[in-house]
């Protein structure tokens, strides 16, 4: 039976795992910098497709955890992967922001208005009624339909706001059409995560927040899971669900070794952009 021991690379979850809103959640700093100084290949996960992965790297530094660009894959960069492989050079209408856009353009996309291969819906801040209608408009005449996560609400300061999956049913009841979602629970996310750092379903591990997107995905990929409680899953949670975990922990803080790293590590393979 594969235990923790067996892990040689490590997929996480960024919000409620690493940090809540800007804040840090205690162990996740050390544990960045434990996975650096042992040369452990890493990737931070995020259904968020709002941002790019530099601009994620920037707010996690301001947040005290350093995470290089290269080791975040959102939602965005797996649907950009994904649509890449399906049509290459197509076009899409996109519903989103910045970290979607950019991933569609750096994968060989076009943008358009004009009869698009594919409607792309994901997070903005900004949604258009206007924006909308035009994908309501092009799916019923043939576009497909794929959304970069099924989320409805997301995190703000003032409360939850709408989001990808919410936006997306209210499309899906104007035309009839179900998008397919790339994101987390779908294991397509974790699967192009794991050729991303070339590592295997068999020695990588996935520590989430959620019973209903971390861990399923994880288990369905193939991967040893870790449910931490910093998040929105508890006992009462845990038990809705006929799976479980391989682990449940506190937090990040149980992955740590207690014994202080060096500084300096020569195991530190730069190859990998840790």
């Excluded at 019923?140 to 939850?160: H, K, L």
Aim: charged share 20%; hydrophobic share 40%; aromatic share 6%.
């Amino acid at each position: 039976m594969r235990t923790r021991a067996d892990i040689e690379c490590w997929l996480t979850d960024m919000d409620g795992v690493l940090v809540h809103e800007n804040t840090p959640i205690p162990g996740a700093a050390e544990l960045l910098e434990q996975w650096r100084h042992d040369g452990t290949p890493f990737l931070v996960l995020t259904n968020n497709s709002i941002f790019t992965p530099r601009d994620l790297s920037a707010r996690l530094r301001a947040s005290g955890l350093v995470v290089p660009e290269e080791s975040i894959w959102t939602s965005a960069l797996a649907t950009a992967d994904f649509l890449a492989s399906q049509k290459p050079g197509g076009t899409a209408f996109v519903i989103g922001e910045a970290g979607l856009t950019t991933a569609l353009h750096e994968a060989g996309f076009i943008m358009t208005e004009t009869s698009p291969d594919y409607v792309v819906v994901g997070e903005t801040r900004n949604y258009s009624f206007e924006a909308i209608t035009k994908a309501i408009r092009f799916i019923g005449a043939g576009s497909r339909f794929i959304a970069t996560n099924p989320d409805a609400t997301g995190p703000s300061i003032q409360g939850v706001l709408p989001a990808t999956g919410a936006i997306s049913a209210l499309i899906t009841k104007a035309t009839g059409k179900e998008p397919y979602v790339v994101g987390k629970p779908n294991p397509m996310m974790f699967r192009s995560a794991l050729n991303r750092i070339g590592a295997h379903s068999e020695n990588t591990g996935m520590i989430g927040d959620r019973m209903d997107t971390d861990v399923v995905a994880g288990i369905e990929a193939g991967l040893h899971t870790v449910l931490v409680l910093t998040g929105i899953s508890d006992a009462t949670e845990i038990e809705r669900y006929p799976f479980r975990p391989d682990e449940i922990l506190d937090s990040v803080a149980d992955l740590v070794r207690e014994e202080p790293l060096e500084s300096d590590s020569p195991d530190v393979n730069p190859s990998l952009g840790l």
